[in-house]
């Protein structure tokens, strides 16, 4: 199991930038894969964005490429998402997660692939 924590959240004007971090305790971190979702209220959970274990492969949803990035530090076992140009629609409760397995091969975009998941940091994004 691996405790994950998110900070970071806020409020922004569209077009604003933040950074979020999830700094993980627990099993290794280093050798799982990670994800970032987001929950807007009244909608779905949906994923936004996963980077591999070793921090070379990402994947992201549509909406956000080129304006969100997901990155990781293995040495502080922290995962972060800068996000610049935010819209409105970006508004939600962001949460991290990580892979239920480890060395994975695969980047998975659906939630039940996920074990642990953090407490969630808001973002607001007004226009």
């Known amino acids: 199991q691996v405790q994950l924590v998110e900070s970071g959240g806020g409020l922004r004007q569209a077009g604003g930038s933040l950074r979020l971090s999830c700094a993980a305790s627990?099993?290794?971190?280093?050798?799982?894969?990670m994800g970032w979702f987001r929950q807007a209220p009244g909608k779905e959970r949906e994923f936004v964005a996963a980077?591999?274990?070793?921090?070379?492969?990402?994947y992201y949803r549509d909406s956000v490429k080129g304006r969100l990035s997901i990155s990781r530090d293995n040495d502080v076992n922290t995962m972060y998402l800068q996000m610049n140009s935010l819209k409105p629609e970006d508004t939600a409760i962001y949460f991290c997660?990580?892979?239920?397995?480890?060395?994975?091969?695969?980047?998975?975009?659906?939630?039940?692939?996920?074990?642990?998941w953090g407490q969630g940091t808001q973002v607001t994004v007004s226009s």
């Open positions: 997660a990580a892979d239920k397995r480890v060395y994975s091969r695969f980047l998975l975009t659906t939630a039940s692939a996920y074990g642990d």
């Open positions: 627990g099993r290794t971190f280093s050798s799982t894969s």
């Open positions: 980077i591999s274990w070793r921090g070379n492969n990402t």
